[in-house]
């Protein structure tokens, strides 16, 4: 299967048609397998029962904090790892009845933080040890900071394919951790997740009704598990971000369906970006195609802008929605399916 499943657009001056218009439409991917999901049973991981709408346009910073008396209802990150454990992995109904055999998804047990060399440069949030600030307003890139986004972009994808080799039953997702860990480092990158918020390892494993941002631990891979691994590196002060679904041993014709009918709905919303485009078309292009399916969209996750920070404007929804915010020219964002 194609691990691009999950872009982010970059602008670049000389405009369609030239020599880097694949790399623009496709320089990174990831997939939250239930970024689309049959009406889905379970609650969102990242902000859980807690997450409120807004009634303007949304803009990242107003997913984590509340203000009195203003309009916007906020989201903050917890300090603690514990409180981050409980938001990052999903929330179960246990009354809730389910049509599968499989066993229910339980957190496992997590190694300890690994250890990344002094001279690799780190993201601020690192550095300061507190919750990552969410950048407001869009970045622009000039030419240096397109080709680092390249650079960065390219590292991650080649992580994502290996961590991709790794998938199958009797693997545990913490050993890829391991493994995508120590190649980020080896070529003198970060790996973003680790430290971020409180997070405690170097990528995201999200295995089955697990939406996203799933840590990795002691639980080994089984039969007919779809994971998906979300890497981010940052490689000379700029994050490149990219994940995918990957279908462990034999997995069965509905979960398949579920990621490739994702995957159709992905590459029909990049097909529609351009500068200038209302980001809300976006919404509309993977709705509708998920509709055809009978499948609903997952609305406690976005896509965001990404590039020297890791998390920024704009926003980018899945679903219908009346955002006025249009794409622009050199900027770099997220499609999160």
Do not use: W
Not at 49 to 62: D, E, G, I, K
Not at 72 to 95: A, C, I, K, W
Not at 156 to 173: F, I, N, R, S
């Amino acid at each position: 299967m194609d691990i691009k499943t999950k872009v982010e657009r970059i602008y670049l001056k000389e405009g369609k048609g030239s020599e880097g218009e694949v790399e623009r439409k496709i320089n990174r991917g990831r997939s939250m397998v239930g970024a689309l999901g049959a009406q889905p049973k379970i609650l969102s991981s990242f902000v859980s029962n807690r997450f409120l709408h807004s009634p303007n346009p949304p803009h990242l910073h107003q997913f984590f904090r509340y203000d009195a008396g203003a309009k916007h209802l906020y989201m903050q990150l917890p300090r603690t790892f514990s409180g981050l454990t409980n938001l990052l992995f999903n929330r179960r109904n246990v009354d809730e009845s389910t049509n599968t055999k499989r066993k229910r998804l339980r957190p496992g047990k997590v190694s300890p933080l690994r250890p990344v060399p002094d001279h690799i440069l780190k993201p601020p949030y690192v550095k300061s040890k507190r919750p990552p600030g969410i950048a407001s307003g869009p970045e622009v890139h000039d030419e240096k900071g397109i080709e680092c986004m390249r650079a960065s972009g390219r590292l991650a994808a080649k992580v994502l394919e290996y961590a991709g080799t790794l998938v199958q039953p009797g693997t545990k997702t913490d050993e890829i951790d391991e493994a995508v860990h120590q190649m980020i480092i080896d070529n003198g990158a970060y790996p973003s997740p680790l430290g971020y918020g409180g997070f405690p390892k170097s990528v995201c494993t999200s295995v089955n009704e697990c939406i996203c941002h799933g840590i990795p631990d002691s639980r080994a891979l089984e039969d007919g598990d779809i994971i998906n691994i979300d890497v981010t590196v940052y490689l000379n002060g700029y994050h490149g971000d990219t994940s995918a679904t990957f279908f462990c041993g034999n997995v069965d014709d509905e979960a398949r369906n579920l990621v490739e009918v994702t995957k159709d709905c992905l590459y029909k919303a990049i097909s529609i970006c351009a500068p200038g485009v209302e980001f809300k078309k976006i919404g509309k292009t993977i709705h509708d195609h998920g509709d055809k399916y009978r499948y609903g969209v997952v609305r406690q996750f976005v896509g965001h802008g990404v590039g020297r920070v890791f998390h920024s404007d704009p926003v980018v929804l899945h679903y219908r929605n009346k955002d006025s915010g249009r794409m622009m020219l050199n900027q770099t964002f997220t499609i999160g399916l």
